[in-house]
């Protein structure tokens, strides 16, 4: 193998056999970082608030939709170009590249 396909290989079953952290009830992949200055709330009409929330991850974005398909067995998944998407009852996941990594877009609501 590669050495970056036996690191990519690592990082996926580090993240397989660790319990990944939750926010609004959706997993978050280990190791991803919230960033601060992306995101937050925002009403599009009255009982329609949504949270947005945005992660950065030094991880391919094919590793990382594969770690939302395993937990979110049930969620509709929907590809274009490098971009996939992932729809819950919860909220919806963005994942698009980030240079060599992944940002995660989290929409939750709405609420």
């Given at each position: 193998m590669l050495p970056a396909r036996i690191a990519a290989l690592a990082i996926m079953l580090a993240m397989a056999g660790s319990a990944s952290a939750q926010d609004h009830g959706i997993p978050v992949p280990d190791g991803a970082r919230k960033n601060p200055s992306l995101g937050g709330a925002t009403t599009l009409a009255t009982g329609r608030n949504y949270t947005i929330l945005v992660y950065e991850l030094e991880t391919a974005p094919a590793a990382?939709?594969?770690?939302y398909a395993s937990r979110l067995p049930d969620a509709r998944r929907t590809?274009?170009?490098?971009e996939?998407?992932?729809?819950?009852?919860?909220?919806?996941?963005?994942?698009?590249?980030l240079?060599?990594?992944?940002?995660?877009?989290?929409?939750i609501g709405p609420r």
């Open positions: 990382v939709a594969e770690f590809s274009e170009g490098e996939a998407r992932f729809a819950t009852n919860e909220g919806t996941i963005r994942i698009v590249p240079g060599a990594g992944t940002r995660i877009t989290l929409t």
